[in-house]
């Protein structure tokens, strides 16, 4: 039970942590102190984490986990606003630190052990974090935001009737999708023209609809399970449950979106090179290859009956 109480209260208070620092570096970049009001959808979070240590002993939820979905409604507002600002105001980025490189890392660090002295440590510390590009920072953000999402899944006390052997294949899933979102933010926003300041819109919102995946645990249930839960044990979606799913989170949250997007940048915006080509066939292929896993599932099944 101490434990469990423990586990729930440092996750939800890691996932206010990095929101934390992303309301930070809004204000700092935005120079403007009104942007601290975003740490008002930290509320919910509390809130639910009250709810949960009180009625449910700490325990996530078997199909759903709200503190995923409010640590992303949480953090989500700050990442849209950093990148929108970035893409207006690239050129800032030849008057700041890079950390492309192990140099550049060396450099930032030595110049800060050179300026930091006593009391002005943790001020110095902030004009180093602050000195660095935007694209850099934007990067990171994303990077931490994902590993939480999938170390923050690890540490919430299991919710009932979820195995570990369940746990483990969500946490391998989650480690696929986010390693797919990441490249698709990462690669596709670094192929915008300014002269298409409406394809950020487009690319940030397939990437907020993508990241809905996180709160939702259908995948955990087995084929098993579904037989014995269903109301019919014979019908198509009590024995297919789980790969029906699966199939509908790729056609229409992951892998579909990617592909649209990725042909828009194509044909419409006239951005082609070697790896968004090979994204889309990518995509392409997981989308055709879902598809005709779906029609094997229908034939089966009707083969069966």
């Known amino acids: 039970m101490f434990v469990k109480f423990i586990s729930a209260v440092i996750t939800r208070s890691l996932f206010i942590l990095v929101s934390l620092i992303g309301v930070w570096r809004v204000t700092s970049v935005k120079n403007n102190n009104n942007y601290w009001l975003l740490t008002i959808l930290y509320l919910p979070l509390v809130a639910e984490m009250i709810v949960t240590l009180k009625g449910r002993k700490g325990s996530d939820y078997k199909w759903f986990s709200p503190a995923i979905l409010l640590f992303l409604l949480s953090i989500i507002p700050s990442i849209w606003i950093l990148e929108l600002h970035h893409q207006h105001n690239k050129s800032a980025d030849d008057k700041c630190r890079r950390l492309d490189s192990s140099e550049s890392l060396k450099s930032i660090i030595n110049n800060w052990r050179n300026s930091t002295n006593g009391s002005e440590t943790f001020t110095d510390s902030v004009k180093m974090l602050s000195s660095v590009c935007a694209n850099d920072w934007i990067l990171a953000l994303h990077q931490i935001l994902l590993i939480l999402l999938i170390v923050g899944k690890w540490l919430l006390p299991i919710g009932v009737g979820v195995t570990r052997d369940q746990l483990s294949q969500l946490l391998l899933v989650f480690v ?29 919102a397939v990437w907020t609809w993508t990241m809905l995946q996180f709160p939702l645990h259908l995948s955990v249930l087995t084929p098993d399970e579904a037989d014995s839960e269903g109301p019919q044990g014979d019908s198509f979606l009590s024995r297919h449950r789980t790969d029906i799913w699966q199939i509908v989170e790729t056609l229409f949250i992951q892998d579909g979106p990617f592909l649209v997007v990725r042909l828009t940048v194509m044909l419409h915006f006239g951005v082609v090179h070697q790896m968004l080509l090979f994204f889309a066939i990518k995509n392409f292929l997981v989308v055709i290859l879902n598809v005709y896993r779906l029609i094997v599932i229908c034939q089966d099944f009707k083969w069966s009956m």
């Open 176 to 204: 696929g999708t986010a390693a797919d979102i990441l490249e698709f933010t990462s690669e596709t926003l670094s192929d915008v023209k300014e002269s298409s300041p409406n394809l950020v819109y487009i690319i940030l």
